[in-house]
């Protein structure tokens, strides 16, 4: 083994900068006479500032005293952010160099870095993630997303050879995971899947740090206009919503905040007559993000009815309740229980523009109700859904996987 003594423990809390949440977490603290990282987060495909890697999971460890080290391949050179060492092996050129060429590049970074743990976040990545464990490795994988199902939905691909290439990942998923030390899942549905394959695992729900995007703004200071934040896709309803914002009858607007995963699809609605009341703002940060929220009424996650969508727990829809402001959902049964268990928003069918422009159209007309809808669901994350109770289960696993016996039970939800 690379690392020489494990500590198990000492309790710390995060120092409470403008956003991350004081709470007190166990973690085992490992040690190494030689360069020692104790955790190394490794993505091919992420950006480096996203969201579950490096604010919530990196920030989280660097605030509690780790040594933290995130691997990217973004192209924007070496950093030290948030005193969080970045280590870039240079871009793709598009999505098959990433998958064929970026793992190498990563592995080698990865091999220099002499971690304690290293925790993998992207399914190219599993092939490194083997051979680290044959060099005698720490390896957990974070599944983001159920990536059989997830394959069942590219557009790229036709029927029958997404059902082919989702029957080969289940099997060699099953195969590979089985190797590594542990499986963090993204949501409850993800575990319960690796919980049937005798694996261990966890959920490690994308929750909101709770005071992140919390907001003052009174209600009467907002704006006529509901929000959408995140990537931008036809199969996440952004088609159907620019398209009920031409049926609006009332003087909604959307702040479009994300980018376009296709620039074909970007100009087709630059052309569609419900982009006159789209606010494109392209790309914001997490600063920015909270702005938006806090100027607007509501917030859409109109997602398509596909396999991997489903049965998601889509983070813009905890965030939008951490903001405080009411959610327009897809009528999933799952996100049924959440926004209509909490009184926190209004369903639709995510295919119908017209049901979608009845939502907006309601909640800019009836602002009591929007204020009502949007305090509820703050007190729904404030009591269930936020990251404050996802770390601590995050560190029990960590600590599971760094004690000296081998971890043969997955961790209580």
């Not at 360069?35 to 509690?64: G, Q, W, Y």
């Not at 990433?98 to 092939?127: M, Q, T």
Request: charge should be neutral.
């Amino acid at each position: 083994m690379i690392f020489h003594n494990a500590y198990p423990l000492r309790s710390c809390c995060i120092v409470n900068d403008q956003h991350l949440q004081r709470f007190s977490v166990n973690i085992l603290f490992v040690k190494s006479f030689g360069v020692m990282i104790a955790i190394a987060h490794l993505t091919s495909a992420h950006p480096r500032e996203d969201t579950r890697i490096f604010h919530k999971m990196c920030r989280t460890l660097e605030a509690n005293g780790f040594e933290v080290a995130l691997i990217v391949a973004d192209g924007k050179s070496d950093e030290t952010l948030h005193s969080i060492a970045i280590h870039d092996v240079g871009a793709s050129l598009g999505r098959r160099d990433r998958i064929l060429h970026a793992p190498g590049r990563v592995f080698e970074k990865a091999l220099e870095l002499n971690a304690g743990l290293y925790h993998l976040h992207d399914p190219e990545l599993l092939p490194i993630g083997l051979k680290l464990k044959e060099l005698g490795k720490r390896v957990i994988f974070d599944s983001h997303e159920d990536v059989p199902r997830q394959m069942l939905s590219k557009p790229y691909l036709n029927k029958p050879t997404r059902w082919v290439i989702a029957q080969v990942l289940r099997i060699y998923e099953f195969w590979a995971y089985r190797q590594l030390d542990g499986v963090i899942a993204a949501t409850p549905f993800i575990r319960d899947k690796f919980l049937k394959l005798k694996l261990f695992t966890v959920d490690i729900n994308n929750y909101p740090i709770l005071s992140e995007l919390s907001s003052t703004t009174c209600w009467s200071a907002r704006r006529p206009e509901v929000c959408y934040v995140g990537g931008i896709a036809e199969i996440r309803g952004i088609v159907d919503v620019v398209e009920a914002m031409g049926h609006l009858r009332s003087a909604g607007r959307l702040n479009l905040a994300g980018c376009f995963s296709d620039a074909c699809l970007q100009k087709r609605l630059q052309d569609h007559a419900g982009w006159q009341r789209v606010n494109p703002l392209g790309f914001v940060d997490r600063d920015g993000v909270r702005d938006v929220l806090a100027r607007s009424m509501a917030g859409l996650v109109t997602f398509h009815p596909l396999p991997n969508h489903i049965d998601a727990q889509p983070n813009k829809m905890f965030e939008y309740m951490s903001a405080g402001i009411p959610v327009i959902a897809s009528d999933f049964p799952l996100w049924r229980e959440i926004i209509a268990g909490n009184d926190c928003g209004l369903l639709v069918d995510p295919l119908n523009p017209a049901a979608i422009a009845r939502a907006i159209d309601y909640l800019i007309t009836h602002p009591n109700d929007a204020e009502r809808m949007g305090r509820n669901g703050r007190q729904a994350v404030e009591r269930w859904y936020n990251w404050d109770h996802q770390c601590q289960k995050l560190s029990d696993f960590y600590n599971r996987v760094l004690s000296l016996s081998s971890p043969e039970h997955a961790l209580e939800a």
